[in-house]
T-cell receptor, first 114, second 114 residues
Framework: DQQVKQNSPSLSVQEGRISILNCDYT??????FLWYKKYPAEGPTFLIS?????DKNEDGRFTVFLNKSAKHLSLHIVPSQPGDSAVYFC?????????????FGKGTKLTVNP | DSGVTQTPKHLITATGQRVTLRCSPR?????VYWYQQSLDQGLQFLIQ???????AKGNILERFSAQQFPDLHSELNLSSLELGDSALYFC?????????????FGDGTRLSIL
């Protein structure tokens, strides 16, 4: 039962253009959502997050959008740079008193071509 | 550098053996989390400790156990190892007080069972 789904295993984008990574979830108890970036042989690096009470959060080139009615999350990267090439994981935290465990999607591999 | 340190980076052992993975959290973080990433899978939550006490459990096998010590470092013990236990094991840490603070990950331990 996969509660967080990233349906696109890979995405290829031209440098300077927008990258849009998508994530769908099924559990309405999720109250906090995060995006992580992962390079080979390294651990996931936190990128940006959003609380369920918001619908948008921006940090530099990265913007996360949350559509609660559609149970959909997206990460926009503008403009995309070759250094953004990595695997991106969407993660969600279910509201459970005392636990901050995260549920991860399987990831989307982003390739930004020069 | 996330500030989370995991040792060793690689472990190669045989079926039936027992290993211990170690994690030092970021300075000031009280919560430690363990995740397993098998081939082509997202990260799967195993267990969380907060200030020395178990806070939440995921789908952790009975052959696996963990603890968090008074200095807040944590160890994950895997025993009676099977071929299917080959995976990347990540440790993460966070402030862990129920606030919307992200988890920060170490670079993982790659466990190979021969």
């Amino acid at each position: 039962d996969q509660q967080v789904k990233q349906n696109s295993p890979s995405l290829s984008v031209q440098e300077g253009r927008i990258s849009i990574l998508n994530c769908d979830y099924t559990n309405s108890m999720f109250d906090y959502f995060l995006w992580y970036k992962k390079y080979p042989a390294e651990g996931p690096t936190f990128l940006i997050s959003i609380s369920s009470i918001k619908d948008k959060n921006e940090d530099g080139r990265f913007t996360v959008f949350l559509n609660k009615s559609a149970k959909h999350l997206s990460l926009h990267i503008v403009p995309s740079q070759p250094g953004d090439s990595a695997v991106y994981f969407c993660a969600a935290r279910p509201f459970q008193g005392g636990s901050e465990k995260l549920v991860f999607g399987k990831g989307t591999k982003l390739t930004v071509n020069p | 550098d996330s500030g989370v340190t995991q040792t060793p980076k690689h472990l190669i052992t045989a079926t039936g053996q027992r290993v211990t993975l170690r994690c030092s959290p970021r300075s000031g973080d009280l919560s430690v989390y363990w995740y397993q990433q098998s081939l082509d899978q997202g990260l799967q939550f195993l267990i969380q400790y907060y200030n020395g006490e178990e806070r939440a459990k995921g789908n952790i096998l009975e052959r696996f156990s963990a603890q968090q010590f008074p200095d807040l470092h944590s160890e994950l013990n895997l025993s009676s190892l099977e071929l299917g236990d080959s995976a990347l094991y990540f440790c993460a840490s966070s402030v862990g007080r129920g606030s919307n603070q992200p988890q920060h990950f170490g670079d993982g331990t790659r466990l190979s069972i021969l």
